[in-house]
């Protein structure tokens, strides 16, 4: 019997090419070349492969980001495994920058980041992965959206699609992010959480969804898309001002511009509120068009000169850390049921992503998964009451995005999350198709249950990171449950 994933990023497709090897596989994607993050990806991909670096010293990095949550045994697996994603990577066709000489990036320190094609990394691995699953005739493409799960006697047994059903011995959802959900987001459109909502409707437990990354500078320009302006701009000495051109970040951080991702995002969120803007000025960098030539077009859209003028920014929801709880070969607590990539929630990002370990998760991640022996997951057990509905009505995309943007973004408060649950539960019947109302609806409450601040979850009402919050917070229909941080070694089954 066959197997069905659904999604053609590089999560979806890599476990393609592995399920493949060891039987058929469909492929459930509408268009492999449109609407995933990983066409979206610049920056790059992470790997200890340069002399001088280890997996050891990778593994050390991605725990010091995720602020106290990553299971030790999945970074080992992700930084242990990436090597030989790369080296396969390379096998399939992909031609890295600079001959595979990698680079040094925020938060890593050694240099480990390995680009294709400039700013255009995630694009450059797509065409590998697809060309490779376009040759692989054990694949079937499938150009279609999944629409439900097809359940028997508890295993999950097949997926539904728009104008058909098919029957397989496992389904692995890869169906990307839920930053789409926020009306501010660097990422697709679509990325509205569907493969969280269909795994949620056949009892799946999710964990971790209060941590969300956010990009501190975003292009701020109404009507425009929330492109991203790279950190590297800082890195070469560009400057945040506030709406009366001074600057600013001193008063948050020693680092000032250079501090991390998450202390910058919400400094320029709390001076953006008082002062109404935030502008980053690169006009001292030299022939900076030319060397950024992606943000520099960006900008120009926007009718903007990167050489020349002060460029309004403000933070967008940028990757979605949690997700469908699975262990370490993707499997989630519904038998049958598998997940990779940014859908799935395995615990190597913590509270907070360590920049270009995304993509490697995809792989390293979507390869165990493509190849998982049949068995079960992990099991959980709810001890408290969920305290809402099942699943929120179907609320209006533009109403979940107000109300993600206004109350569930950098800055959160218990009367915000309050807020924001009561706009999501109103509205039409629950029945399918409301996955953002149902994603931002459980974001806020999980986000309203942490009170403390850590990694990607900042409450203005509760600052402090408190030890005794060092757990993953894991949520069914049938109520929420509380993890320790080595979360897979607890659910052992
Ligand atoms: C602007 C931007 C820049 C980034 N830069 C980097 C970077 O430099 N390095 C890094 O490591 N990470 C980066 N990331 C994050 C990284 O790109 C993603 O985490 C990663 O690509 C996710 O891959 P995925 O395969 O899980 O999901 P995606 O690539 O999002 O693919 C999801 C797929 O599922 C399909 N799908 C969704 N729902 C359904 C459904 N119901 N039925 C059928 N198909 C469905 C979609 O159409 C798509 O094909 C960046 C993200 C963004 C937005």
Not at 144 to 169: I, M, T
Not at 185 to 203: K, Y
Not at 257 to 272: G, M, W
Not at 405 to 425: F, Q, T
Request: with cysteine; hydrophobic share 45%.
């Amino acid at each position: 019997m066959q197997t069905v994933v659904v999604g053609a990023g590089a999560a979806g497709l890599w476990a393609a090419l592995h399920a493949a090897s060891i039987g058929p596989v469909t492929l459930v994607a509408p268009d492999p070349a449109a609407g995933s993050s990983t066409a979206l990806a610049q920056g790059g991909i992470a790997a200890a492969v340069a002399e001088g670096d280890a997996p050891s010293a990778h593994a050390e990095d991605t725990m010091a980001a995720g602020a106290g949550l990553c299971d030790p045994r999945a970074v080992d697996a992700l930084t242990t495994e990436a090597p030989l994603a790369i080296e396969e990577l390379r096998r399939r066709g992909m031609v890295f920058d600079e001959g595979g000489a990698p680079t040094l990036e925020g938060g890593h320190r050694a240099r480990r980041v390995l680009h294709a094609g400039g700013d255009a990394t995630g694009r450059a691995i797509l065409r590998a992965l697809v060309a490779s699953a376009r040759e692989e005739r054990r694949i079937h493409w499938r150009p279609e959206r999944a629409v439900a799960l097809l359940v028997d006697r508890g295993r999950v047994r097949g997926v539904r699609l728009e104008r058909s059903e098919l029957e397989s011995w496992r389904v692995i959802l890869a169906t990307g992010g839920a930053t789409g959900i926020f009306g501010r987001r660097t990422g697709p459109d679509r990325a509205t959480g569907e493969g969280m909502a269909l795994a949620w409707d056949v009892g799946a437990a999710l964990a971790d969804l209060e941590f969300v990354q956010f990009h501190p500078t975003a292009l701020d320009v109404s009507g425009q898309p929330a492109r991203l302006l790279t950190e590297a701009l800082r890195g070469e000495g560009a400057v945040l001002l506030d709406a009366g051109g001074e600057r600013f970040m001193a008063r948050f951080d020693p680092r000032g511009e250079l501090a991390p991702r998450d202390v910058v995002a919400r400094a320029i969120a709390l001076v953006r509120d008082e002062t109404g803007k935030v502008y980053l000025d690169a006009i001292s960098i030299p022939n900076v068009a030319a060397r950024f030539p992606t943000v520099a077009a960006s900008c120009a859209a926007a009718g903007l000169d990167l050489a020349h003028d002060p460029i309004p920014v403000a933070p967008a929801a940028h990757y979605f850390t949690g997700g469908i709880l699975t262990d370490l070969e993707g499997r989630s607590t519904v038998p049958g049921l598998l997940a990779c990539g940014e859908v799935a929630c395995i615990g190597v990002h913590g509270a907070n992503r360590l920049a270009s370990n995304s993509l490697l998760e995809a792989l390293v991640f979507g390869r165990r998964a493509g190849l998982a022996p049949d068995g079960r997951g992990p099991s959980v057990t709810p001890t408290e009451p969920l305290g809402g509905p099942p699943r929120p009505g179907r609320a209006p995309l533009e109403r979940v995005r107000g109300a993600a943007d206004r109350y569930l973004g950098v800055r959160r408060s218990a009367e915000g999350l309050d807020a924001a649950r009561s706009v999501l539960i109103v509205g039409g019947p629950a029945d399918g198709t409301n996955a953002p109302a149902l994603v931002a609806w459980l974001l806020a409450a999980a986000a309203r249950r942490r009170e403390e601040s850590r990694g990607g979850h900042f409450r203005v009402d509760f600052p402090r990171t408190v030890d005794a919050w060092a757990v993953h917070q894991v949520v069914t229909r049938e109520g929420w449950g509380k993890l320790p941080a080595a979360m897979q070694a607890a659910l052992e089954p």
